[in-house]
């Protein structure tokens, strides 16, 4: 709300005010005071943290796991033939494949038993093959979105509705910052990828907002080129002396704003203001990769020397991860393989094998694996049927919400292991099944908060990460 207190519309508000009596006044004071509450966030976790930061591999698209992960060698006897309608059961399919034939396609890829684990990959990732007794692969994430929006929005979010808190903002808001001098929930997107161009979805600021929760959680997406974020330099002709001078200026004038009002989000933009004049010092400093030594870019491939790669945001996720910033997300697009798969695929796991297994090696060597959680996801699974053209060489995969890998590292999880089991076609969970809901469950777990307890009232319901279906934390995997 804006003018001066002289205004008109000030003024007729209070007259307002006024002739409504203690009813209305009473139902202003209560909700006050309920917001009051929401914009507290709890001082620390609800038990002890095996974990206090986390990096979320977001792999926007949909990796077929049935090529990278979930190995299905009898799966060659049945190429070509329909999916059994036993296996198939009448699900839910896209448009993109509903009433057409379901024809088997397997994985043209091989796969090998890998570190003393045993467990297998496929030779699509060969440098994440020497780091796998450090992962936990999880092959029956399941669902509730067979369209990528709601599907990324669902697991970014715990819902497929927009406008909900994201993941990061939920531990912004939850455990609060841990660097006062960098934002505690940054974003780096992939400037470029190499599997796909021409099929490839937006990504929305909404997936890492804060929604309904204060707007200082929402996550601050860091740019590869230029100021790393908007505005950061002051203008030609003004020293840092003068934006000091501007912004206690400004501050003064929104307290006075805030005593008048008592709107939460005035403190807020306060509060970010300041971390935007801090950050002109240290997000230089953070982004400024010349003092890493050569061995360094080595480890993280040929790619970490290119702004906006996906390699080169692996290296500053370790960084920010050094500086306390508790949640960092990267998002890695080109993954939506319907068609042709086997010429684009190749390309997306270049781009994350090598600098993937490199975060963890690195975040291992420094002492900070044992406290940060990494995750690698995407929003779904493919199918085991084919789109398109189908032949040995050659195939497609649609949307498959029913099954599909993810791996966690770090931070409290097991290492060497695999959970949940998907059929014979990769197709259904068969055992130990993980919704989305489960695994975000789990995360908060891991940094000390009870997800049933983390809440925030809004529109008459205390809102959860999680939302109001049952979620369970994955014990079997800490």
Request: glycine share 8%; net charge positive.
């Amino acid at each position: 709300m804006q003018g001066s207190p002289n205004s008109p519309f000030v003024l007729d508000r209070r007259r307002f005010f006024h002739k409504t009596k203690m009813g209305l006044g009473a139902a202003a004071c209560a909700a006050l005071g309920l917001q009051s509450k929401a914009s507290r966030a709890i001082p620390i976790g609800h038990f002890p943290a095996r974990a206090k930061r986390v990096i979320f591999l977001f792999m926007a698209g949909a990796p077929s796991q049935l090529d990278l992960f979930d190995y299905k060698p009898d799966l060659s006897k049945q190429f070509r033939r329909p999916l059994p309608k036993s296996i198939s059961m009448g699900q839910r399919v896209t448009a993109m494949t509903q009433g057409k034939d379901q024809l088997v396609a397997p994985s043209k890829y091989k796969f090998s038993r890998q570190g003393s684990s045993g467990i297998f990959l496929s030779e699509l990732l060969p440098h994440l093959s020497s780091v796998v007794d450090d992962l936990c692969f999880i092959y029956s994430t399941n669902t509730d979105a067979i369209n990528h929006d709601p599907g990324k929005t669902l697991i970014c979010t715990g819902s497929q509705i927009p406008g909900k808190a994201s993941l990061g903002a939920w531990l912004s808001y939850g455990l609060g910052r841990m660097n006062q001098n960098l934002p505690d929930f940054i974003v780096l997107n992939s400037a470029f990828w190499t599997g796909d161009s021409d099929n490839v979805q937006a990504l929305y600021s909404r997936l890492w907002g804060s929604g309904f929760l204060p707007s200082k959680h929402q996550g601050v997406a860091f740019q590869p080129t230029g100021d790393p974020v908007l505005y950061l330099s002051n203008p030609r002709g003004v020293d840092r002396a003068s934006r000091r001078a501007m912004l206690e200026l400004v501050t003064k004038l929104h307290r006075d704003e805030a005593l008048q009002y008592g709107d939460p989000e005035i403190e807020t933009t306060i509060a970010q203001q300041e971390m935007a004049f801090r950050m002109q010092a240290s997000v230089p400093e953070l982004t400024d990769l010349s003092g890493e030594p050569e061995h360094i870019f080595e480890l993280y491939g040929p790619e970490a020397r290119k702004k906006g790669s996906f390699a080169r945001n692996c290296l500053l996720a370790r960084r920010m991860i050094e500086r306390d910033v508790r949640f960092v997300q990267l998002f890695h697009r080109g993954w939506d393989h319907h068609r042709g798969l086997p010429k684009k695929l190749p390309g997306q796991a270049y781009d994350v094998d090598q600098a993937s297994a490199a975060l963890i090696t690195d975040l291992k060597q420094r002492g900070l694996l044992d406290d940060t959680v990494v995750v690698f996801a995407g929003e779904f699974g493919r199918t085991t049927y084919c789109q398109g053209e189908l032949t040995s060489t050659n195939y497609g995969r649609d949307h498959h919400p029913r099954c599909f890998t993810i791996w966690l590292a770090g931070g409290g999880v097991r290492g060497g292991m695999t959970y949940g089991r998907t059929d014979d076609y990769c197709y259904n969970v068969v055992e130990n099944p993980v919704h989305v809901r489960d695994l975000n469950a789990t995360i908060l777990h891991l940094l000390g908060i009870n997800h049933d307890q983390l809440t925030f009232p809004f529109m008459g319901l205390d809102q959860k990460l999680t939302g109001v279906e049952e979620a369970h934390v994955i014990r079997s995997i800490l």
